[in-house]
């Protein structure tokens, strides 16, 4: 006959079983609390990003009119809506986001831009109504860059603005 017995045995395991739960149960409480200060500090990020005021700057019709009208009753913050290409020269690190009103041929205001963002690394909405086809000029411009988005219409535009102070 063994000198332990069953119970012995049973006494053993819950004995390791306990000692293995308080390590499970920690890790997991450890994990937890830094997933939530993951989480915390990605809504800190996003919510400082929704502050930073947008750009908003259109070639020469007045495509971003109605965007603007939009993204204020939306609460964004909107420093400067032009049409003068020296306004991108205020165009800073400050802002959050470029958003340009395309119009057909204007190239060079596009590079300029386009340029400004890429200077600043910073993102480039271009918006244009959906009747606008860009041309594969002004195409080769904003696939130079790699931070912009095209949107084609407000909703649209005010999802990316969210996903882009959201993940930026």
């Given at each position: 006959m063994s000198e332990y017995s069953i119970m012995d045995f049973i006494k053993f395991m819950l004995t390791a079983f306990e000692n293995h739960f308080i390590d499970i149960l920690l890790s997991a409480v450890v994990s937890l609390f830094m997933i939530s200060i993951g989480i915390f500090c990605g809504w800190i990020k996003f919510q400082l990003n929704l502050k930073k005021p947008l750009f908003?700057?259109?070639?020469?019709?007045?495509?971003?009119?109605?965007v603007e009208e939009v993204l204020?009753?939306?609460?964004?913050?909107?420093?400067?809506?032009?049409?003068?290409?020296?306004?991108?020269?205020?165009?800073?690190?400050?802002?959050?986001?470029?958003?340009?009103?395309?119009?057909n041929n204007n190239s060079a205001k596009l590079e300029k831009a386009v340029n400004r963002a890429m200077l600043l690394k910073?993102?480039?909405?271009?918006?244009?109504?959906?009747?606008?086809?860009?041309?594969?000029?002004?195409?080769?411009?904003?696939?130079?860059?790699?931070?912009?988005?095209?949107?084609?219409?407000?909703?649209?535009?005010?999802?990316?603005?969210?996903?882009?102070?959201?993940?930026?």
């Open positions: 908003l700057f259109e070639f020469d019709s007045d495509n971003l009119k109605r204020k009753d939306r609460k964004f913050k909107i420093s400067n809506r032009s049409k003068d290409l020296t306004s991108l020269d205020d165009f800073k690190k400050k802002h959050s986001i470029l958003i340009v009103g395309y119009s910073l993102p480039i909405i271009i918006f244009c109504n959906s009747n606008c086809r860009i041309s594969d000029n002004d195409m080769n411009i904003i696939l130079s860059y790699t931070y912009y988005e095209i949107c084609t219409n407000p909703l649209r535009l005010i999802l990316t603005i969210r996903n882009i102070c959201q993940n930026y």
